[in-house]
Nanobody, 126 residues
Framework: QVQLVESGGGLVQAGGSLRLSCAASGRTFANYAMGWIRQAPGKERELVAS????????YYADSVKGRFTISRDNAKNTMYLQMNSLKTEDTALYYC???????????????????WGQGNQVTVSS
């Protein structure tokens, strides 16, 4: 089992920044590929960004490219999402997820994530 706990969400004005953190415990963090998934009201869950086990490979959804940066610190068992130039459409519940890396690609569909955090609300006001 991998336990995941997110932190760092909140309310911010459009154009502002937030940094989300995801602390992992349980099995060896460095063995798992990680991702940030969000869900806005009335919408399906969307993979926002993901990162390979070593951090050398990343994936970003087109909607956040150039604004969000995913990273991980395997020594601290923690993953991060730096969100800049936030837009109202970024408002959602943000989850961190962990999955076994069946391939070297950083990308995987949402359904492949085996472990989930509890979710952290990000609200961007206009």
């Amino acid at each position: 089992q991998v336990q995941l706990v997110e932190s760092g969400g909140g309310l911010v004005q459009a154009g502002g920044s937030l940094r989300l953190s995801c602390a992992a415990s349980g099995r060896t963090f460095a063995n798992y590929a990680m991702g940030w998934i969000r869900q806005a009201p009335g919408k399906e869950r969307e993979l926002v960004a993901s990162i390979s086990t070593s951090g050398s490979s990343t994936y970003y959804a087109d909607s956040v490219k150039g604004r969000f940066t995913i990273s991980r610190d395997n020594a601290k068992n923690t993953m991060y999402l730096q969100m800049n130039s936030l837009k109202t459409e970024d408002t959602a519940l943000y989850y961190c997820g962990a999955r076994w890396p069946y391939s070297s690609s950083a990308y995987a569909s949402v359904s492949q994530y085996e472990y989930w955090g509890q979710g952290n609300q990000v609200t961007v006001s206009s």
